[in-house]
């Protein structure tokens, strides 16, 4: 079993940049994925980025050059970076790690809002 812990999130003005923190616990070592995804209120959960054991790293095409992640995985934590927000980065962003075998695990997710 693996626990996850999201820190960070808040209200920010358009433009500006706010960091995401997650650590997981527990039965790390086998974990092969870190990333992130976002959910609004009605709308499908959306993938956002995610960084590979590998080192490969994915973005949503609309955050890709304004968010950035990054990971530790000696550590199990993962990160993101976001700036250049804007009001429809507006969302619940939650950490997600897998497993072999498509087990998949997730944070309670920090809430971002860009608004001025």
């Known amino acids: 079993q693996i626990h996850l812990v999201e820190s960070g999130g808040g209200l920010v003005q358009p433009g500006g940049s706010l960091g995401l923190s997650c650590a997981a616990s527990?039965?790390?070592?086998?974990?092969?994925?870190m990333g992130w995804y976002r959910q609004v209120p009605e709308n499908e959960r959306e993938f956002v980025a995610s960084?590979?054991?590998?080192?490969?790293?994915n973005y949503l095409d609309t955050v890709e050059g304004r968010f950035h992640i990054s990971g530790d995985y000696a550590k199990s934590q993962v990160f993101l970076q976001l700036t250049n927000l804007k009001p429809e980065d507006t969302a619940v962003y939650l950490c997600?790690?897998?497993?072999?075998?498509?087990?998949?695990?997730w944070g309670q997710g920090p809430q971002v809002t860009v608004s001025s």
């Open positions: 997600s790690v897998l497993e072999p075998g498509a087990r998949q695990y």
């Open positions: 527990g039965n790390t070592a086998s974990i092969y994925f």
């Open positions: 960084i590979r054991r590998s080192g490969t790293i």
